[in-house]
């Protein structure tokens, strides 16, 4: 007997509103997953080592075994994220300058 697949319909990350959940899986690639995208460039591991180290938005837990993250807090992430690169390129072209 096959084993059951899950439909899965990929909506786009900017299309979902700020108050959908998304879980683990649709957040990461797991090891040995025929999937090609992801919206986080990390691992299972590194993304719950960063959610301990409060470096990374925490989760919600929706009920027994279902935890999920806020769109609207993983967006804020994203945005830090890239305002800080941002900010770290314009010190480093300022350190340039100055040698």
């Known amino acids: 007997?096959?084993?059951?697949?899950?439909?899965?319909?990929?909506i786009p990350f900017d299309s979902l509103p700020d108050d959908a959940y998304?879980?683990?899986?649709?957040?990461?690639?797991?090891?040995?997953s025929n999937s090609s995208t992801a919206l986080l460039p990390?691992?299972?591991?590194?993304?719950?080592?960063?959610?301990?180290a409060r470096t990374f938005p925490a989760p919600k837990k929706i009920s027994s075994g279902v935890?999920?993250?806020?769109?609207r807090a993983i967006r804020q992430?994203?945005?830090?994220?890239?305002?800080?690169?941002?900010?770290?390129?314009?010190?480093?072209?300022?350190e340039g300058c100055n040698a």
Do not use: H
């Open 77 to 94: 992430w994203l945005k830090d994220q890239n305002a800080k690169s941002e900010n770290d390129a314009v010190v480093k072209s300022q």
């Open 1 to 10: 007997m096959k084993k059951r697949e899950k439909l899965k319909i990929a």
């Open 22 to 32: 998304l879980r683990v899986k649709q957040l990461i690639i797991d090891a040995g």
């Open 67 to 71: 935890t999920a993250w806020s769109v």
């Open 42 to 52: 990390f691992s299972r591991a590194t993304l719950w080592r960063m959610v301990k």
